[in-house]
Structure formats: structure tokens, C-alpha cells
């Protein structure tokens, strides 16, 4: 493929991957990297996450930035957790560059499995929503946002389906304030992780453009329609579940 054709695709996948991130608040982004080399048609896989990674991280600052002003971000937190896990992710894409691009995907295909698998996993909303930083949570924050910053990192994902759920339990901090203060972290691993693919040539900047714009579409279009799902949001979210298992098996089998 060649011209205007790529970047018409990869425009596409970014309004796809917006359109489910917005009904689902996470998950979608994990489908960026297989579009981009099963549809677009990009042969290198170290481009395709480093391309799909800056993608996610501007995702990321957009929702974070409607997060903070409704007041949900517990900063202290996310920044230490955030800061904690930046090493992690530049550490986890140092080693996907070493990585076989074939190997790499595999990886990538059994994490696409286990990011939806998490997903189905009831969480309870209940916690403490003037939660705030004490010494003691450091020591809890600091190796839980290094583990998902490497995971981050190596994949080149979100990281959210880690993070959140680290952030509640080092924390005790609430559902909502664990979904908003983990933006922080994704934002910062995504530019992290893309930061580092770029460095070493290997992000494809009008692909990153097309994916960003078509991202921002997709979150227009959604919003209606997560409004219509508020009363089928199980089902809704459970067919998304099993359309990601079974383009992670898809990708292993091939």
C-alpha cells in the first residue's frame, strides 16, 4: 500500500481504538498495535508499538486532562506511582528492541489475552475518596508502579489494566479515583515507551498522526452511544472481552 492508503487505515483503527476506549475506559488501546500491522500493513513490529505507544499516550493526556478538572486525580499518588514506574517502562522497551519482532508478538498476543481476561474481574467501588499520600503507601506504590511500568514499557500498551487496580490496593483509594489517577501513569509510560522507539528510529510519525485524529473521532462517537449501553454495559463490555481473547488466539495461531 502505498500514498494516502495507510494513513486512511491507520485513521480507522485510531477512531476504533477511541470509540471503545470511551465506552469501555480501557482495553481499546491494545488493538492499536495488530491494526497497524495485520490492516496497515506495517512489517516492522518495533514501529508499529513504538507508533501505537505515542498514540496511547496522547490518549491518555486528553482523558487526564477531563479527569483532573472534574477533580477525580489524586496526584500525589499517581505521581509517585507514575515516577516509580518510568524506569520500568524505559527499561521494558530497552528489551522489546532486543526482542525478534515475531517473538515480540507472540508476547504482545498472550498479553492482549490476559488484559481482557482482567477486564471480566469485578472490582468494588468502595474506598476511601479523601485518600492521601502517607510514607507507609510509598513503600507499597514504588515496586507495584515499577512492575506495570515494565509491562507497559515491554508491550507497549496502557499498562491501565495493571495500574488501577495497584493504585486501589496500595492506596485503598476508590474505583473512579484509581481510573483517573491512572491516566498520570499512562500518559507517562506511553511517552516513555514511545520516546525511546522514536529515539532509535522507529516511529512512524504520520501513522502516530492518523491514529491520533481518528482517536478523537472515535471519542465524539462514542458518547452517545455509551449513553444508550448505560442499561446493557455487562453484555456490552463482555462481547468487547471476547473479540480481544479472540485476536490475541488469532495472532498466536498465526
Not at 501505537?52 to 477533580?71: D, I, M, W, Y
Amino acid at each position: 500500500m502505498t500514498g494516502w492508503e495507510p494513513l486512511l487505515l491507520a485513521a480507522i483503527g485510531g477512531m476504533m481504538v477511541g470509540f471503545l476506549l470511551t465506552l469501555y475506559g480501557g482495553g481499546g488501546s491494545v488493538l492499536a498495535t495488530p491494526w497497524l500491522i495485520y490492516v496497515v500493513g506495517v512489517a516492522d513490529t518495533h514501529a508499529a508499538i513504538g507508533t501505537s505507544a505515542a498514540a496511547v499516550a496522547v490518549n491518555a493526556a486528553t482523558g487526564l486532562a477531563a479527569q483532573a478538572r472534574a477533580g477525580k486525580v489524586k496526584w500525589p499518588c499517581a505521581s509517585v506511582f507514575a515516577i516509580s514506574g518510568l524506569a520500568g517502562a524505559l527499561i521494558g522497551a530497552q528489551l522489546a528492541k532486543q526482542v525478534d519482532g515475531a517473538a515480540l508478538l507472540s508476547w504482545f498476543a498472550v498479553a492482549m489475552i490476559a488484559i481482557a481476561v482482567s477486564m471480566l474481574i469485578p472490582r468494588k467501588s468502595e474506598g476511601d475518596p479523601s485518600v492521601y499520600l502517607k510514607p507507609a503507601m510509598v513503600l507499597k506504590l514504588a515496586p507495584v508502579g515499577l512492575v506495570a511500568g515494565l509491562a507497559a514499557g515491554f508491550f507497549g500498551i496502557g499498562g491501565g489494566f495493571l495500574i488501577a487496580p495497584g493504585l486501589m490496593a496500595s492506596t485503598g483509594m476508590t474505583l473512579a479515583n484509581a481510573s483517573a489517577s491512572s491516566l498520570v501513569s499512562v500518559t507517562l509510560f506511553g511517552t516513555a515507551t514511545s520516546a525511546s522507539y522514536a529515539a532509535a528510529g522507529q516511529l512512524m510519525w504520520p501513522l502516530f498522526g492518523a491514529l491520533v485524529a481518528g482517536g478523537a473521532a472515535g471519542t465524539l462517537a462514542a458518547m452517545p452511544v455509551s449513553k444508550r449501553l448505560a442499561g446493557r454495559g455487562q453484555l456490552a463490555r463482555t462481547l468487547f472481552v471476547l473479540m480481544v481473547i479472540a485476536v490475541g488466539v488469532w495472532i498466536l495461531v498465526r
